[in-house]
């Protein structure tokens, strides 16, 4: 059993920062990657940012210069620094893991974390 956990969201002024964690805990021999969704109402899920275990990042053209992936692998955690936020960073964000486990390579998905940019 694997869980996501993540913590950080809230209410931001534009312009402001917030910083996003997620943690996954439970039977984890390896992760390959750990990324960042976000959804926002009445549109579909997209992909904000993603790091690998060997530290590779890409990100979302809409996002990119202003908001920063990095992982923890000692403690299986993955942080989304968010700066310059806009009002149409507004969304409900999803911490995605990629986990290797004794029995098989799944995908794991958080709870999920609301942020919300507005003045």
């Known amino acids: 059993q694997v869980q996501l956990v993540e913590s950080g969201g809230g209410l931001v002024q534009p312009g402001g920062s917030l910083r996003l964690s997620c943690v996954a805990s439970?039977?984890?021999?390896?992760?390959?990657?750990m990324a960042w969704y976000r959804q926002a109402p009445g549109k579909q899920r997209d992909l904000v940012a993603r790091?690998?275990?060997?530290?590779?990042?890409n990100y979302a053209d809409s996002v990119k210069g202003r908001f920063s992936i990095s992982g923890d692998n000692a403690k299986n955690t993955v942080y989304l620094q968010m700066n310059s936020l806009k009002p149409e960073d507004t969304a409900v964000y999803y911490c995605?893991?990629?986990?290797?486990?004794?029995?098989?390579?799944?995908?794991?998905w958080g709870q999920g974390t609301q942020v919300t940019v507005s003045s």
């Open positions: 995605n893991a990629q986990i290797r486990t004794p029995w098989g390579t799944y995908d794991y």
């Open positions: 439970g039977t984890i021999s390896s992760i390959n990657a």
């Open positions: 790091v690998t275990g060997a530290g590779g990042t």
